[in-house]
């Protein structure tokens, strides 16, 4: 858990202060703004994650790669430029070298996924890190091969993720078996139950419940103290008052999933599609399940520095 001091970040005063002063911090990445969610509602979003880490007693580290360096914790502009520019390229683990590589034609703006801003966060010397859903296998992947990045930083890399489950879009079972495969420890936060990002269920199990802050912050130590690497990943299921039930959305899924296009512009596509399919609920779900995920990784980032 500590920095590579060899790597060239460009920290915002706001970190760099609150890495001085051994202060709580806690990732959040920018592909959800850049790629997740619509202008307006992506900057809300943005800020808001911001704001609910704050007040959970710790310092957000929003992630991106600007003018080809790698930032920890964004000024306002930035975020602004991440939130409604249309050439923002979409960073996983494979793309953060060459965004930073200064190589002509090389992106130079792009937002980080799961898989590169957990990357940025070890790097940076940040324990844990708050999502919306995590990408998994999508459906048909055992013939396409279309595994997302974010399965195998969760197996490598030491950085707790909070998150609502892998979307429902994905095939949970595969996902689910993949992330058992995988070794990623797999903590429901006041569940029993996987669950299924818009939705509080998937019907497939969690390895292990945790019912406070404290206990997921013991989880992540022990597995910390095994100098084993890899994720403890906390699914916290989305707020029950905009819930959606799997059953409404599946048949939306199941109407569009066949025009999606292949490779990285898959999950954005979806998105935007259910969103547009279910009036908006959708939408209004995945706002406030990012938000209640920055507010328990701060949470637990306290209970951690504690
Ligand atoms: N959570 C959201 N919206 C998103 C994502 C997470 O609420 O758009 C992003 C994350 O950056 C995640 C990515 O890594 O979706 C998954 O993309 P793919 O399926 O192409 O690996
Ligand atoms: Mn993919």
Not at 91 to 100: E, M, Q, T
Request: charged residues 20%.
């Amino acid at each position: 858990m500590t920095a590579n001091p060899d790597f060239d970040f460009r920290m915002s005063t706001e970190v760099d202060a609150a890495r001085r002063a051994g202060r709580p911090l806690v990732a959040l990445e920018s592909t959800l703004i850049s790629h997740g969610l619509p202008y307006p509602e992506n900057i809300e979003v943005a800020q808001g994650a911001e704001v609910a880490v704050r007040d959970a007693g710790a310092v957000p580290a929003t992630m991106a790669v600007l003018d080809g360096h790698a930032h920890v914790g964004l000024a306002d502009d930035d975020m602004h430029r991440l939130a409604t520019a249309s050439d923002v390229a979409k960073l996983s683990r494979r793309d953060l070298a060459i965004a930073l590589s200064g190589v002509p034609g090389a992106p130079t703006l792009g937002a980080t996924t799961v898989s590169a801003t957990m990357i940025l966060a070890e790097r940076a010397g940040i324990d844990i890190f708050a999502t919306g859903g995590i990408g998994g296998v999508h459906r048909g992947g055992e013939s396409s091969m279309d595994v997302s990045a974010d399965l195998f930083e969760l197996a490598h890399t030491p950085v707790a993720v909070v998150c609502s489950g892998p979307k429902l879009i994905l095939d949970l079972a595969r996902t689910r078996e993949v992330l058992e495969t995988m070794g990623v420890t797999l903590v429901g936060y006041r569940t029993d139950d996987m669950p299924a990002f818009w939705a509080r269920h998937s019907g497939l199990a969690v390895d292990c419940r945790a019912d406070s802050p404290a206990e997921l912050a013991a989880i992540i130590r022990s597995r910390a103290g095994l100098g084993i690497g890899g994720a403890v990943l906390i699914c916290n299921p989305v707020d029950p008052a905009l819930a959606l039930e799997i059953d409404e959305i599946e048949g939306w899924i199941e109407a569009c999933i066949d025009s999606a296009p292949a490779g990285a512009a898959a999950t954005p596509w979806l998105l935007a599609e259910i969103a547009k399919r279910s009036g908006g609920r959708s939408l209004a779900a995945n706002k406030r399940l990012i938000i209640d995920n920055a507010a328990l990784a701060g949470a637990v980032a306290a209970q951690l520095g504690a």
